[in-house]
């Protein structure tokens, strides 16, 4: 009877009010139902704005319950955030040198451990104690910064990062060091030596945890499987069990991976760097090796669906589902706004400004129609569905997502500002004297004994303060690719 009430109902929520007051729908699917109506997320707008950070705001996240928010800056500080008051709760010195460009709150732990990754190569701990000081100590390094960690559901001790230098680690806050699992490396054949792959992005299959996939500087969305590896520190090959991308992005050369996101049906959503976002349904995988595809097995795979309007080129943006049921796909855009599209068809429902200059990440509350946004501004935003008349799509629409297309088919430079061209400059000199790739031999895949014998205690404070780690410092530049 409640299927046949819901499939009879096309538009508004008064007849669902109806069948949840008369019980004939219960409260949770109600709330599903209003959580992923288009009339709700056509509402979504600026709810309020998260002050403090003295730098650009890299990421942003939310608890298991969804009553906290964990946001981290190139000030090189955490904050915690009451993000319904819209206070701080916490704000501490990560014990990182340069920009924080993820954090993450342990499952599990009372939300007492936050582990954070760094433009500095450093993965570390953060653990709030109970007289008030944060004590925090480095798990791991990299050769090169480290966009990406992923925490497997569930879990308050197990996570993976990925970083620059192609190499995946993993966890366990439970041992005394990381464990170095492979390098990440090209497929095209070359007369010297192999070719890294900078990572951006890994993610955890919510379905499956023995699978994830990274993602980064070449086309292919590579999946791996957990218990192919020895946790020993004795693996050393790189080889997937599948890869995703599409058909004509094969065997290119000018494009690679800044974000991927799973839905909890197991699909796969890639964001590429000046091109599209894809999402790749299971039966779509390549096989473990470009080298060996044939063409009529490329022919038989249905192809992606593709989410087009918005521009992704200057900066490492992650891409996001919305929703219960993920219903939706969201990206950040060069151009300042937000873009949100329908999963299943692809239809643009909502575009919105959401920073001065360029929206990098976004972040879907785990159980209501809210989302964070962060980017080049130093604040953390606030979306909800809001009662007033803003429009759901601009009037200049048309204007943006033409001028995003012709950017990124002509890839040419976007308009910025002077201050975020200060900051890709920046960046660009620090690259070219500090990272060097080079291939990792044997021993370099051994576990780091380095690795967590350095602590750093932080006080308990609601504004920010620099410790001597920190002084003489610059504030470094935002997160880009």
């Keep these: 009877m409640e299927t046949t009430n819901f499939k009879k109902i096309k538009h508004g929520f008064f007849p669902e009010i109806i069948n949840r007051e008369m019980r004939i729908s219960s409260p949770q699917t109600f709330s599903r139902h209003f959580s992923s109506s288009q009339v709700i997320v056509e509402k979504i707008d600026l709810y309020g704005k998260l002050n403090g950070h003295e730098g650009c705001v890299n990421t942003v996240e939310f608890n298991f319950n969804g009553d906290i928010l964990v946001s981290g800056s190139d000030d090189k500080h955490v904050m915690l955030w009451n993000w319904a008051t819209k206070t701080k709760t916490l704000c501490y010195a990560s014990g990182h040198l340069d920009n924080i460009f993820q954090a993450r709150i342990m499952p599990l732990t009372n939300d007492k451990r936050i582990i954070t990754s760094s433009a500095d190569g450093q993965v570390r701990l953060g653990e709030i104690l109970e007289n008030g000081q944060v004590k925090t100590r480095r798990l791991g390094k990299h050769q090169g910064r480290v966009h990406s960690l992923a925490v497997e559901p569930g879990s308050p001790h197990l996570f993976f990062s990925c970083g620059e230098d192609g190499l995946v680690q993993h966890y366990d806050l439970r041992c005394g060091s990381a464990l170095k699992l492979f390098h990440c ?260 895949l051994e576990s780091d004994e380095e690795d967590g014998d350095e602590d750093y205690i932080s006080g308990l404070t609601n504004d920010i303060t620099f410790s001597e780690e920190d002084a003489g410092e610059n504030f470094g530049d935002c997160k880009i690719s």
Excluded at 195 to 219: K, Q, T, V
Excluded at 300 to 323: A, L, W
Excluded at 367 to 395: I, N
Excluded at 410 to 434: E, K, W, Y
């Design 185 to 444: 490396f090209s497929f095209k054949e070359t007369n010297s030596q192999p070719l890294n792959i900078r990572l951006n992005a890994i993610i955890i299959d919510p379905r499956n945890p023995n699978y994830f996939a990274i993602g980064g500087s070449d086309e292919y969305a590579r999946v791996y499987d957990i218990r192919r590896y020895q946790l020993d520190g004795s693996n050393v090959s790189d080889e997937p069990v599948n890869l995703f991308c599409p058909r004509h992005l094969l065997h290119s050369n000018h494009v690679h991976i800044t974000g991927l996101a799973y839905t909890k049906a197991s699909e796969l959503l890639v964001s590429y760097n000046d091109e599209l976002i894809y999402l790749f349904q299971k039966n779509m995988e390549l096989g473990p090796s470009p080298l060996s595809l044939e063409s009529e097995t490329q022919l038989r795979n249905e192809e992606p669906q593709v989410y087009e309007g918005h521009r992704n080129s200057r900066t490492v943006k992650g891409v996001s589902f919305f929703g219960p049921k993920d219903e939706y796909v969201m990206s950040g855009s060069d151009c300042g706004h937000i873009f949100i599209w329908r999963k299943k068809g692809a239809k643009l429902v909502r575009v919105m400004v959401g920073d001065q200059h360029i929206v990098n990440h976004l972040e879907p509350h785990p159980c209501m129609p809210f989302l964070a946004t962060c980017g080049f501004d130093k604040d953390v935003k606030l979306w909800a569905p809001m009662a007033g008349d803003a429009p759901a799509l601009p009037k200049n629409l048309k204007k943006i997502m033409e001028s995003n297309r012709q950017n990124r088919e002509d890839q040419s430079p976007a308009t910025l500002a002077p201050d975020v061209i200060m900051h890709v400059v920046r960046l660009q000199r620090r690259q070219m004297f500090g990272y060097v790739e080079r291939r990792y031999s044997r021993p370099d």
